[in-house]
């Protein structure tokens, strides 16, 4: 089973935050990691080749920088590792991400699978996995929880659903995005680290996957980022004081709209 | 591109300090731009020497645009019943519809409707557009969206809204991709703009630490996942009058490659926790199973559902499902009640945007106390079964 694997490098969103004052985002001190979902994913797909044969192929487009995450990956236990990178892909809304890493894949070559965390920390759509699919034809499953089986070439699985989950078959080739309680992703082992250390990650700019220029990066978006600003807190802050029976007693008497 | 026009440009910096991705300073009297720079126009708006300008490339505009006309909402409906998101939409659905005098639609898939279409018109929908087809008794992204990408076809509303719940945020994106159109995942605020019916959709990003304003300028419709729980739901009024159509799809749409199996509801998690008014929630500070039991009694004493944090889930305490946080659920109940929870951002962004916020802790620098409305320093296992004990007494 040849499976691709869409990672992306994300800052580490809990320590993204808006200055109040300046609305300017405090950027120091925040890491550049790989989006924990794809870190699942990685998982999941290394799993499914030790089962089953075939490679793992990570790939992902974002800066230079974004090498380390494939390194990262590949520690962990992915054969190969492709980064798509152009400047003209800055900007890039789901709509111009999911052409891009679609005219990629078709570069890369043929697959069995693609899979991809659920959504990426950073701008938390969920959209890119779904989207990706349909700019390859195949079927996609969101949200997958558990692989079940791999029979006469379609996977059985669960997929998570508000209220519980979904007994689903999936034939290949197929891209199944994937929730965190689908596995525990390994650490990296000593030889996964050498191999990162010396793989050659192949790279791909604009011209190599035959893209249209205007479909690319921010003027190839449909949407725009017109605003940013930092949520508003609400309410008042009240700690109550005294003793247990009249804190309880205070706190019941606020509640008392809501109860 | 950012244009800098260095004969107006004064160097006065009002640029920098409004720039929100430091891209941009004033180096040697005048402002010079960076890599960072996301084309977001803020710094345009805030030059008041008018050096600042956006050079886009031209963007083929799809030529209908203004063809485009009306508010659709997707109505879900699952195990029977209409998902409370569905009224929400429709809430703010009439809200922009009646603002743009256009017509509210819905679009209701299921299998054994019954007389969900006429609870919709009561809700606020002038005309609902429902199959009811054993085909759709599962869901599944294909068959669902290639329906939805016809009726939007064939109707061509200027906004498009569904909830963002696990179908809506799987599905949408298909249908929007199909249609080659933009899409705002998980919005928290919609309006239009009255001079150039221009959707603006604002949603949280990064976890919630940063909102932001997003349009789709050039295509239509405008589509847009909206967070549970966040907009006020419509009133009923049973004399609405509304149309009833009932769309019949090519057989052809029926198709799905994948399939459904079986549907299986997880058996203590029957209740959505994304949709309850009262949530209590339970962390680590309970310390183990038998004192997350707490937390089941203080929500039932009061009517809600449970949630945990993840160190609860990951000790195996409790469910996945009842997660809230970045891995788990967001929710937006009217009360939170977070017992025993330190209130990692993690955690935080899952539930921040809750009416009123109560936090008993016993750690007084716990940081849950940021973004409690009430706070209670102390040892839950006095305070939780006194506040039981209370609430019992007046609900008599």
């Given at each position: 089973m040849n499976i691709i694997v869409c990672i992306k490098q994300v800052p580490d969103a809990k320590d993204v935050r808006l200055d109040?004052?300046?609305?300017?985002?405090?950027?120091?001190?925040?890491e550049s990691i790989m989006n924990p979902f794809d870190r699942h994913a990685v998982e999941e797909a290394v799993r499914l080749t030790e089962q089953h044969g075939g490679t793992v192929t990570v790939l992902s487009m974002g800066p230079p920088q974004a090498e380390a995450v494939l390194r990262e990956a590949v520690s962990c236990g992915a054969d190969e590792a492709v980064l798509v990178s152009?400047?003209?892909?800055?900007?890039?809304?789901t709509w111009a991400t999911t052409y891009t890493l679609g005219k990629a894949i078709d570069k890369v070559g043929p697959f069995d699978l693609i899979l991809c965390g659920?959504?990426?920390?950073?701008?938390?759509?969920?959209?890119v996995g779904p989207g990706l699919a349909r700019r390859l034809n195949i079927p996609y499953v969101s949200y997958v929880r558990k692989i079940t089986g791999f029979e006469n070439g379609a996977i059985r699985l669960h997929r998570l659903m508000d209220d519980g989950y979904d007994e689903v078959e999936i034939p290949l080739p197929g891209l199944l995005t994937v929730v965190k309680e689908i596995n525990v992703p390994r650490v990296p082992s000593l030889k996964g680290k050498m191999k990162a250390k010396s793989l050659s990650i192949r790279t791909l700019n604009a011209e190599d996957i035959e893209a249209?220029?205007?479909?690319?990066g921010l003027p190839g978006s449909?949407?725009?980022?017109v605003k940013v600003f930092a949520p508003e807190f609400k309410g008042e802050r009240a700690m109550l004081e005294g003793t247990v029976d009249e804190q309880v007693e205070q706190l019941i008497n606020k509640l008392e709209p809501y109860l | 591109m950012l244009r800098i026009d260095i004969e107006t440009?004064?160097?006065?910096g009002v640029c920098e300090e409004e720039c929100t991705f430091a891209a941009i300073e004033v180096v040697d009297g005048v402002a010079v731009v960076n890599e960072?720079?996301?084309?977001?126009g803020s710094c345009v708006d805030s030059c008041e020497a008018g050096a600042l300008s956006i050079e886009r490339e031209e963007k083929a505009v799809?030529?209908?645009?203004?063809k485009w006309s009306g508010i659709m909402i997707y109505a879900e409906f699952r195990h029977g019943i209409v998902v409370p998101v569905s009224f929400e939409l429709l809430g703010i659905g009439r809200q922009l519809a009646d603002q743009q005098k256009v017509p509210l639609s819905a679009v209701l898939l299921g299998?054994?409707?019954?007389n969900a279409a006429r609870d919709l018109v009561s809700y606020g929908a002038d005309i609902v557009y429902q199959v009811d087809d054993p085909a759709l008794e599962y869901f599944t992204d294909e068959i669902y969206g290639n329906i939805l990408e016809d009726v939007v076809l064939e109707q061509k509303p200027e906004v498009v809204l569904a909830g963002a719940t696990a179908i809506g945020r799987s599905f949408i994106p298909l249908v929007a991709t199909s249609l080659a159109t933009g899409l705002t995942a998980d919005c928290t605020q919609l309006a239009i703009r009255?001079?150039?019916?221009?959707l603006l959709q604002t949603r949280p990003a990064f976890g919630g630490n940063i909102m932001a304003t997003i349009e789709?300028?050039?295509?239509?419709?405008q589509m847009a996942t909206v967070r549970p729980r966040v907009m006020k739901a419509a009133q009923e009024d049973q004399n609405r009058k509304g149309e009833i159509i009932n769309y019949q799809p090519h057989p052809?749409?029926?198709?799905?490659r994948v399939k459904v199996l079986r549907n299986v509801l997880e058996e203590q998690d029957q209740?959505?926790?994304?949709?309850?008014d009262i949530i209590v929630a339970g962390g680590?500070?309970?310390?183990n199973e038998k004192g997350f039991e707490l937390i089941k009694q203080l929500a039932d004493a009061v009517g809600g559902a449970v949630g945990a944090s993840r160190a609860a889930v990951d000790s195996e305490?409790?469910?996945?499902?009842h997660q809230v946080g970045q891995t788990g659920k967001t929710v937006n109940p009217k009360l939170y009640i977070a017992c025993?929870?330190?209130?990692?951002i993690q955690h935080v962004v899952g539930m921040q945007s809750a009416e009123a916020i109560v936090a008993i802790n016993?750690?007084?620098?716990?940081?849950i106390f940021d973004v409690a409305t009430y706070g209670i320093v102390g040892n839950l296992f006095e305070v939780v079964p006194k506040l039981i004990e209370k609430i019992k007494e007046r609900k008599g």
């Open positions: 109040p004052k300046t609305n300017t985002m405090a950027r120091e001190g925040v152009d400047r003209s892909f800055a900007g890039a809304d659920k959504q990426a920390i950073d701008g938390d759509t969920a959209q249209d220029a205007g479909s690319l449909t949407t725009q980022v | 440009c004064i160097g006065c960072k720079c996301t084309l977001c799809q030529a209908d645009l203004a299998s054994g409707l019954g009255p001079e150039d019916g221009v789709c300028p050039y295509t239509r419709p052809d749409r029926l198709q799905s209740i959505n926790i994304t949709e309850g680590r500070g309970l310390e305490w409790i469910a996945y499902p025993g929870i330190s209130g990692a016993r750690d007084s620098h716990a940081p």
